[in-house]
């Protein structure tokens, strides 16, 4: 696998950037929805039934599911960003080869290369 070109970095960097501010918005929609949803069941007296909808402890952990879920994406693009500015963006982190563009095309924030992808996915799964 040959290591990215600077066109190719530049190219993922702005993905990387687009994809954080996407990311950031939804995190502060998300507040806002967690906010309503804390206020409303702060002033509910019957949390476990609302007639116009879902249980308001299950929207509050969905909707805390969904933050903590984007808020580790944030983390890996604040970090796939932090190896650009460092030059070691496309690097594997675990092998030290370059990862490959068309696995950077899909998965942008990514820290392994396919092959360590796979082998730490089947080592979780034990």
Known sequence: ??????????????????????????????????????????????????????ALTMEWSRLSGVQHDFAEKLARIDRALQRVDDGTYGVCLRQGEPIGRERLEARPATEFCIDCALELEAEQRR
Do not use: F, K, W
Request: charged content about 40%.
């Open 1 to 54: 696998m040959t290591a990215l070109t600077s066109a190719d970095v530049r190219h993922l960097e702005q993905s990387l950037r687009r994809m954080r501010a996407e990311l950031a918005t939804e995190l502060a929609r998300l507040a806002e929805s967690l906010d309503e949803v804390r206020v409303t069941r702060d002033e509910a007296q019957d949390d476990e039934h609302d007639p116009e909808g879902p």
